[in-house]
């Protein structure tokens, strides 16, 4: 899934062109979850799928729902990364990938003076997404269902006894279907938030977004940003000490155990001591 890349950015640039969007200096802003280009000199950032196109069934789902969150959040006039007006949005099959165009919005990395605001933001995205409405049952899976997906994927192309390890792992960290689900972020740590020139702190990266309980999204920045997600916590009614939120770090722990093998595979040895410390925490 991964090669190719010289191949797939001239396929999107041609695809642009067809539009009249011209690529004169593409940026690959980051090479690995998905590949990440900025269009420039557009305002247009393509989202091309890439590890997750090799853990995920519908790879071209999960940038439908990042695509219909972020136009809802933007209709709400919360600060994200909106699909693209230059381009149609997608997602669209180019180049053999399924790739999708969202607005470039130039953003700094956050500090940790920035907890407290980030901790609001997410809460305010949060609210929001409970209120999306979904027509086109884009929602239809939790955290737990795309675990799945990745096991199976994994399945003849690791050592046997780690997929059992990360099967069991699954099995006693994830959670029941939540009774009060709603479209999440799934991943809100501090490397997908950023600061817009006008000091707005942006959420951005929907593309793991599923339909779980809003503790999976505190529990998540807690995990990566302690200060970050106590305020989000407090916002929402939340105990961020409490056994519920205990669980779905846990539960982040396994899903990033899981997730980090099928990295190692597409990426290689950059991923290799991630994911043997997960096994390793799992063993102990």
Do not use: K
């Not at 890349?5 to 998905?34: I, K, T």
């Not at 700094?108 to 995205?125: I, K, M, N, S, Y």
């Not at 959670?175 to 999440?184: N, S």
């Amino acid at each position: 899934m991964t090669h190719d890349v010289a191949g797939v950015l001239d396929a999107v640039a041609r695809f642009a062109a067809g539009h009249g969007v011209r690529a004169e200096a593409p940026v690959v802003m980051s090479h690995s979850s998905n590949i990440v280009v900025h269009l420039a000199p557009a305002p247009v950032v393509a989202r091309i799928a890439n590890v997750t196109a090799a853990g995920r069934d519908r790879p071209d789902r999960s940038l439908a729902r990042e695509l219909a969150l972020t136009a809802h959040l933007a209709s709400l006039h919360i600060p994200t990364t909106a699909p693209s007006a230059e381009l149609p949005p997608g997602p669209h099959e180019i180049g053999g990938r399924w790739v999708s165009f969202i607005e470039h919005v130039s953003l700094a990395p956050v500090v940790d003076d920035d907890a407290a605001r980030a901790g609001d933001a997410l809460a305010d995205v949060i609210e929001a997404m409970a209120t999306f409405q979904d027509p086109d049952g884009l929602f239809d899976r939790s955290l737990a269902d795309e675990a799945d997906v990745v096991l199976a994927r994994l399945e003849g192309r690791i050592d046997e006894g780690d997929r059992q390890l990360l099967l069991e792992w699954r099995d006693e960290a994830f959670l029941p279907a939540a009774e009060d689900a709603q479209p999440v972020h799934a991943d809100p740590h501090r490397r997908n938030i950023g600061r817009r020139a006008d000091g707005e702190l942006v959420w951005f990266d929907f593309d793991d977004a599923v339909c779980d309980s809003r503790l999976v999204d505190v529990a998540t920045l807690f995990r990566s940003w302690p200060a970050a997600g106590m305020v989000a916590g407090e916002r929402l009614g939340i105990d961020v000490d409490g056994a519920a939120v205990a669980e779905h770090v846990e539960q982040r722990e396994a899903w990033g155990g899981i997730w980090g093998q099928m990295f190692v595979l597409e990426l290689g040895d950059e991923h290799a001591a991630y994911a043997a410390a997960a096994l390793a925490r799992r063993r102990r």
